[in-house]
């Protein structure tokens, strides 16, 4: 048993129609077809969505998102068309909203791993593979990858997990020059966003992307490269060998897994409430990777 601990009531805003709730987006459309992404401060972690929220967080990603968005538009469209608030959406809103085309989604979460840890992590200790791709002998948690790779999953429903699958199987079910596609941007737009983080002082470590077609255009969907969506390392603190400080919700998982939480991820009760002091220093985590990527104060 997984998902929302008490899922919310999606806001009733006039001429929008509400479409989803996800794991930290609600999902709305307009009354022109386009889709209204609102990002919540709700938090995730292990298949559940937490009782306990983290203020700002849906800003952030949102304000970060756009950053990203800015600074990959040469290698890929994306599907923002504005960040104005439709008419009559709460003031809460401001700042985590945006608005975007209405695409033909591909049901493909395109994992990029440029180090070794997660799920990877797992599979290498037992198969020397990850997604089927063999790897060198020797390599430990937190190992730079010889190349980064393209290792996709299957988009799970809330409270499902995610299945990493093998290319092949995203060619059968996308199709053959539609993986190829996927793979190659998917690498394209890491090989960036890892540059542009380490010159920052900020390994990405590995990272999701979503993508949809406008037409025939490959476009880059949802949210892209935030602490939700990617593994973000101190670069003057990675040693390999061992878990890696980090600025994402790899924090909450470490508290939820400790004794101090007393709760069983293995079981069907629900995560409990984050202590104050795991909300303020998760909060903190967002906003320094905010402001090391952006280099711009978080106000």
């Known amino acids: 048993m997984s998902g929302f ?175 190829a596609l996927l793979r190659q941007t998917t690498l394209a737009v890491y090989g960036r966003a890892r540059d542009l983080a380490r010159e920052r002082g900020i390994i990405l470590a590995d990272t999701k992307f979503e993508f949809g077609y406008d037409g025939d255009e490959l476009v880059l969907a949802d949210e892209v490269l935030t602490p939700d969506s990617s593994r973000f390392w101190p670069a003057d603190l990675w040693q390999p060998g061992r878990a890696q400080p980090s600025f994402d919700k790899q924090f909450v998982r470490d508290w939820l897994t400790s004794d101090a939480s007393g709760w069983d991820q293995h079981g069907e009760a629900p995560p409990p409430e984050l202590p104050a002091d795991v909300v303020e220093q998760t909060r903190a985590k967002y906003v320094e990777a905010y402001e090391r990527l952006t280099g711009t104060a978080w106000v």
């Open 5 to 179: 601990v008490e899922k919310p009531e999606p806001e009733q805003v006039p001429g929008l129609v509400h479409l989803h709730t996800g794991k930290v987006r609600d999902l709305y459309q307009d009354a022109e077809g386009r889709l209204v992404m609102v990002a919540s401060d709700r938090m995730s972690a292990y298949d559940w969505v937490l009782p306990t929220a983290i203020p700002d967080k849906g800003r952030i990603l949102t304000q970060l998102s756009l950053w990203w968005f800015e600074q990959l538009a040469d290698v890929v469209a994306n599907h923002v068309i504005s960040t104005d608030l439709p008419e009559g959406a709460p003031a809460d809103w401001a700042g985590r909203t945006m608005i975007c085309k209405s695409l033909r989604m591909i049901p493909v979460e395109c994992v990029a791993r440029g180090y070794l840890t997660g799920s990877g992590l797992r599979e290498y200790e037992r198969d020397r593979t990850v997604c089927g791709l063999a790897l060198p002998e020797g390599l430990v948690d937190g190992s730079e990858l010889p190349a980064p790779i393209f290792t996709p999953a299957t988009k799970a429903e809330v409270g499902e997990h995610d299945e990493n699958v093998s290319y092949e199987e995203v060619a059968r079910r996308a199709g053959t020059e539609t993986a």
